[in-house]
């Protein structure tokens, strides 16, 4: 039977290349949205796991750093020095800002500190910028279209663009470094900061000395480094996961409805054919078996046009737009593969209904 269903989804070939247009397209963009979320949920974790410290210490109700602002006074940096099983305390200042007339980026400034320059390198940029000028992300300079050498705006200042770092991380790798002083007045207040990083000592509970400093610094919440990337990744996900589901789902509907439409349409077209196998002697499960191979064709050959258009895609849409970031992770093609043959065994329903209710005395009417 499998001669029989090539033949029967070949015999039209431009109505086989609109259906599994129809699925690569349903592909295309359930592999995009999938790559864009992953991208967001990796790289929004990306500064609490790279600081080089236990502890993220922030302003009590501070939802994350790109979306709420933490401002702690100096004298927080000393109350954590009493607190037992504080090892150093090293302060950051980070705002999210206008940066030219980019979206707004995420600005930040390592003072000086017990780990400065640790802290400086493991946020991917070798050395602080001098007074006056800024370190720009990759992303966040072909954003605002600055190079080397330019002048850009952050908030009411302007700054001469050092270095163009494609190492820079920050949030969604949107990011500016700025020198600790220019950061402090641009922010307004040069007597606070906004996350302390600590380390603990080592034979102290990370868990243990975050209890401790919430209970001895009033005003402070106290975070692992996993604990506050689980927190800016939970926002992602419950702000963006309703929206992709409803994204994927319709896709999914549109390649359903695609492979459904085409071989439905088959299947009614050479109702004498079935009817000519039934009366001599096939089985159903047999002619079921033609409808199935002909959708689980269309599905497949939709997959891969869709899959590898989503990666082509992909790439000059980044290249496009600098601030769209796409991670491609080879579980979500596994994933959308599962869902295209899933579509393509319900969208076999009605027809193999349509050829279970064939008569085979159909054959010798006129």
Not at 127 to 153: M, N, R
Not at 310 to 333: E, H, I, K, N, Y
Request: proline share 6%; net charge negative.
């Amino acid at each position: 039977m499998v001669p029989l269903a090539r033949r029967y989804l070949f015999s039209d070939k431009i109505r086989l290349a609109i259906a599994a247009g129809g699925v690569a397209f349903a592909v295309l963009l359930i592999v995009l949205i999938l790559a864009l979320y992953q991208s967001f949920i990796d790289q929004i974790g990306q500064l609490a796991s790279a600081a080089p410290s236990d502890l993220w210490v922030m302003q009590t109700g501070t939802p994350d750093p790109a979306h709420g602002a933490s401002i702690l006074p100096n004298s927080v940096l000393s109350d954590l020095q009493e607190v037992p099983g504080v090892a150093a305390a090293q302060p950051l200042l980070s705002r999210a800002m206008q940066v030219g007339n980019a979206r707004f980026g995420f600005v930040m400034a390592v003072p000086e500190g017990p780990f400065q320059t640790l802290t400086i390198e493991a946020f991917g940029a070798a050395s602080p910028p001098e007074k006056g000028t800024v370190i720009l992300s990759e992303v966040l300079a072909k954003d605002a279209g600055v190079g080397p050498g330019d002048d850009v705006d952050i908030g009411a200042s302007s700054f001469e663009v050092a270095e163009v770092s494609s190492s820079l991380i920050g949030s969604f790798s949107v990011s500016a470094l700025l020198d600790s002083q220019d950061a402090a007045q641009l922010f307004g207040d040069p007597e606070a900061f906004s996350f302390a990083l600590v380390v603990v000592s080592p034979d102290a509970d990370p868990e243990q000395v975050a209890a401790a400093i919430e209970d001895q610094v009033p005003g402070t919440d106290a975070l692992t480094g996993q604990e506050f990337a689980d927190v800016l990744r939970q926002e992602i996900e419950e702000g963006f996961l309703p929206i992709i589901a409803v994204i994927i789902g319709l896709a999914f509907v549109v390649g359903l409805a695609v492979i459904a439409l085409t071989i439905y349409t088959s299947t009614v077209e050479r109702t004498r054919d079935y009817g000519v196998l039934k009366a001599v002697g096939a089985s159903p499960w047999q002619l079921f078996a033609v409808v199935v191979r002909q959708s689980v064709v269309v599905a497949l050959a939709g997959y891969v046009l869709g899959a590898g258009l989503g990666v082509v895609v992909g790439r000059l849409l980044q290249d496009a737009v600098p601030s769209f970031t796409l991670l491609f992770r080879w579980q979500d093609f596994l994933f959308v593969l599962a869902a295209v043959l899933v579509m393509s065994a319900v969208a076999t329903l009605v027809p193999v209904r349509r050829v279970a209710s064939i008569d085979p005395a159909i054959v010798f009417r006129a």
